[in-house]
């Protein structure tokens, strides 16, 4: 059957035409890959075919070239790379020729592939004349392949990184996409991929912007694009706004004057899609100033690599209307829709984001709009001013804000109950949450919460929770911030006498007909965890009485039979919920004196937890997984019993490389029961140990995982002693791998950053465990040729300078460890380290408790074995 044929038939309605169709496509792809490649770019070029086996082929060439996951993506790179080159140039040539194809859905699909083989060979120097047989006639192209050639270098910049191109060919990508931006542009679809493709070039035009004539062209012509007669172009290029607010937010100083006249008229006159991207920009500027001014605390000194322009500062006394205006535009269902996203909900996010940069000084800028609107008949004016009044108070100093509080907040109480209208009401409860949740707690001076309004707080929050699910929903998620605003006050808490009552509540509100609308029975369980997590000693015995009820309602979800598809989603939602509800419990009854509760009810738990794990959910098994792992923690040696029929689901857990969060909390699994366990946990070992190593070695494991498997090798060596002595052969080869891959990264990205801390630290906490496994051990001479390795890496760390608190703490830990477990035959390593006593006298000067006690530690265990 001829491909084109099969392409019609892998589309098919009929599912047993279709499958067959995809089955044939597989099996010529396996049989003969260049073959199969040849016929797809013939398809796409051929103008002869039907519209949708060009798309087809086009789609199927595309996902041969690239796939999400890492390891997947290699493969796919490496089998283009050594096709022939002859077959590679004939599919080039037929996806450069379709760019002229008068179909535009070819054209697109087109584009697309040849990014991603560009992706793919620019970096490796092949296709050099790509760029230029692009632009070279860009001029005298007819309209839609001047259209499909500016979206195909758009497309390219999305796939490779700036430093694969020279300045040159940047220089000439961004002239040709800026002319084709240009007002004089008369075709309105070669306008839209120009201004798309500048969005995707922006990366690539730091030269250019640091030039002052080419920045200013550049400016020029976004923002008269910002000003076409077609929304797309108009929204396309706010779009370009917004990356450069945030990527250039140092050159915007000269514009910023003309960029607010232009944004404001957008936010007051332009279509919904046009104005959101307007208000995006200022979101986005507030994001760059906050995260300059925490960095920099507002001390601008030489060294600050980009100093605070206070934009927004300037800004205020225009901004703040223009956004307090757009609260009025409320849309009707806008509580009910999830993932709703409208004009009055960014500004109110803007406006909280401004309330964030500029702190008190937003304060007096939005009280008379509040007091205007508070008491309005009109439902808008009063949910305005309401959520005007929610999104200010996360900024300002609790000083400003208190008394303006205690004002509001007997009449935001009797709102909640009283007005009439259901948006009044959400917005009402949202900002009662965001009140408790940042003018509430034990840091405060003057509490806004007090034992003569405790009462009705409580009485209010229970009453709207029986409400409409989303302000019901709005309703727990105040009382989960009233709840941890008590989160360590010791003994007693304004809650406890209404404990009962308000864990009544949140069951009954989790049993509600409608509690599946609104995340209202999600928030529900959230509420009664925080409420448990953050209760006292005196209602330890009424928090035990709730463990025989969520058991019950776990057990009744597991029996339930022959569920639909959407039910058994929502059942496994539910165990969920309830497996995280567990969890908190244990860990609030843990210790002495009400441990026994957790040891009473410790099988049926376990017998729970197990049946959970033989339904297919990975959430669930995440949350099983944790609660297990407190378990564990309660029962200490007494867990060795449930061992032998939970390893295989451990075991199972530690194999998933797919859904990798389970994985990961399966290591920290592992972790509890080494702690648990002691050397109880031996027998298990070896096969632990292989999965762990199988684990680090594969690169199908996303990267977040590996951390905490090193220092799981920390908890097993603390828990078996010197019987680790028969993994050191293949634990320490790893370990001294990773180290040296962590000393030496430089740091391009604070994600980077911050992956490798957790990596060093995760390093650190396996050679802590070994070292204090071994310790008074005949067998602690084996870690000796180790030892020159682990100061190196602690003397790399601590040169780079980039380490964080915790990796210090833990780092100036093993310098102790190391000192204290190989004693006198770690003394002339450590004299000779270029950078242990300059690290130790550091770490003793930190004003940072936790790595001075370490360090306090460390200079003991050092004292001992050498004169400090």
């Known amino acids: 059957m001829e491909i084109t044929q099969l392409l019609l038939n892998a589309q098919s309605i009929d599912g047993t035409v279709r499958k067959q169709a995809e089955e044939s496509l597989k099996q010529f792809q396996d049989q003969n890959l260049p073959s199969f490649f040849l016929s797809l770019s013939g398809e796409l070029v051929n103008e002869e ?208 004057k003309d960029i607010f006249s232009i944004t404001a008229k957008a936010v007051r006159e332009d279509e919904e899609p046009v104005a959101l991207q307007a208000i995006e920009f200022w979101s986005s500027i507030c994001d760059e100033e906050i995260d300059i001014l925490e960095e920099y605390g507002g001390d601008f000194t030489g060294d600050s690599d980009v100093p605070c322009f206070y934009f927004i500062k300037q800004a205020l006394p225009a901004l703040v209307p223009m956004l307090l205006e757009t609260l009025l535009k409320q849309e009707e269902d806008q509580d009910q829709d999830e993932g ?17 940069t500029v702190g008190d000084d937003i304060v007096p800028l939005v009280m008379p709009f509040i007091e205007e609107n508070i008491t ?70 003057t509490p806004i919460i007090t034992q003569a309004n405790c009462q009705q707080i409580v009485t209010v929050l229970l009453q709207s929770m029986k409400d409409a699910p989303n302000v019901a929903e709005k309703s727990c998620g105040a009382l989960y911030f009233l709840a941890q605003g008590y989160e360590d006050i010791g003994s007693s808490s304004p809650l406890t006498p209404y404990f009962q009552e308000i864990v009544q509540a949140l069951l009954t509100v989790s049993h509600r007909e409608d509690a ?68 908190v419990i244990i860990q609030k009854l843990g210790s002495e004196p009400t441990r026994y509760v957790v040891l009473q009810y410790a099988d049926q738990m376990m017998g729970l937890f197990l049946r959970v794990f033989a339904c297919r959910s990975a959430t ?34 530690l194999q998933n490389f797919e859904e990798y969060q389970v994985c990961s909390v399966s290591v920290g699994v592992v972790g509890d029961i080494c702690r648990a366990l002691e050397d109880k946990i031996l027998p298990y070992c070896d096969a632990i140990m292989t999965l762990l190593l199988k684990d680090l070695s594969s690169n199908q494991l996303h990267r977040s995982v590996k951390p905490p498997i090193f220092s799981c090798f920390g908890d097993i060596s603390l828990a078996i002693g010197d019987n680790f002595d028969k993994y050191l052969m293949y634990a320490m080869p790893m370990l001294q791998s990773a180290a040296d891959l962590s000393a030496h990264t430089s740091a391009v990205d604070e994600e980077i950053t ?45 040169m780079g300078k980039d380490m964080d608190d915790v990796v210090m703490k833990t780092a100036i830990g093993v310098l102790g460890d190391l000192a204290d477990t190989l004693g006198s035959n770690a003394s002339n390593l450590i004299q000779q380290s270029p950078s242990s006593r300059e690290f130790l006298n550091e770490c003793l000067s930190s004003e940072d408790p936790l790595i001075k006690e370490s360090a306090e530690w460390a200079k003991l265990a050092i004292g001992r074995i050498i004169s400090v």
């Open 516 to 583: 599946g609308d609104s995340r209202l029975r999600t928030a529900a369980y959230e509420t009664l965890n925080e409420v448990v997590r953050c209760s006292t000693d005196e209602t330890a015995a009424m928090v035990s009485q709730l463990v025989p009820v969520i058991m019950m309602e776990l057990h009744q979800t597991l029996e339930a039979q022959k569920l639909s598809s959407d039910e058994r989603e929502k059942q496994s939602e539910l165990q969920g919920l309830l497996c995280g509800c567990l969890q």
């Open 340 to 356: 709703a996203w409208n004009l009055a909900m960014a500004g109110g996010t803007c406006l909280g984001l401004v309330a964030r």
């Open 754 to 798: 911050e992956y490798t801390n957790l990596l060093r630290n995760g390093i650190l906490e396996a050679y802590s465990g070994i070292l204090q496994g071994f310790k008074n051990s005949p067998k602690t001479q084996l870690l000796i040729p180790y030892a020159p390795h682990i100061l190196q890496f602690i003397d790399s760390i601590y």
């Open 49 to 256: 075919k039907p519209v949708e086996s060009r798309k087809l082929a086009g789609l199927i060439l595309k996902n041969a070239l690239d796939a999400k996951e890492q390891h997947r993506k290699y493969e796919l790179v490496q089998r283009w790379l050594s096709l022939d080159v002859s077959v590679k140039n004939q599919i080039k040539i037929c996806l450069v020729q379709t760019l002229s194809s008068p179909v535009h859905d070819a054209r697109s699909t087109a584009s697309q592939v040849i990014a991603k083989v560009a992706g793919i060979e620019l970096p490796q120097k092949q296709w050099p004349e790509l760029i230029g047989s692009l632009l070279s006639s860009i001029h005298q192209l007819p309209p839609h392949v001047k259209q499909a050639t500016l979206e195909t270098l758009g497309y390219l910049c999305e796939e490779v990184s700036p430093d694969v191109l020279d300045q040159d060919q940047v220089n000439k990508i961004l002239t040709a996409v800026v002319q084709g931006m240009n007002a004089s542009e008369a075709n309105n679809d070669v306008r839209l991929a120009a201004t798309h493709a500048l969005y995707n070039a922006l990366g690539f035009a730091q030269a250019n912007f640091n030039n002052d004539m080419e920045r200013d062209f550049i400016m020029r012509v976004i923002c008269e694009a910002t000003l076409s007669t077609d929304v797309k172009i108009r929204q396309a290029a706010f779009e370009c706004l917004v990356a450069i607010s945030s990527t250039y937010y140092e050159k915007l100083a000269p514009y910023i």
């Open 620 to 653: 669930v098994h995440e949350e099983a997984m944790l609660a297990i792992g407190a378990l564990a923690y309660a029962t200490g040696p007494d867990f060795a019993k449930y061992m032998p029929e939970f390893y295989k689901y451990l075991e199972m857990g």
């Open 376 to 445: 309005k008949p009109d439902w808008r004016q009063r949910e305005a001013a309401t959520y005007a009044f929610g999104s200010i108070l996360e900024g300002p100093s609790p000083d400003k804000l208190t008394t303006i509080v205690n004002v509001a907040l007997n009449f935001m109480l009797t709102a909640l109950t009283k007005d009439p209208n259901s948006h009044v009401k959400d917005t009402t409860a949202w900002t009662l949450g965001r009140i408790f949740e940042f003018l509430h707690g034990s840091a405060m001076e």
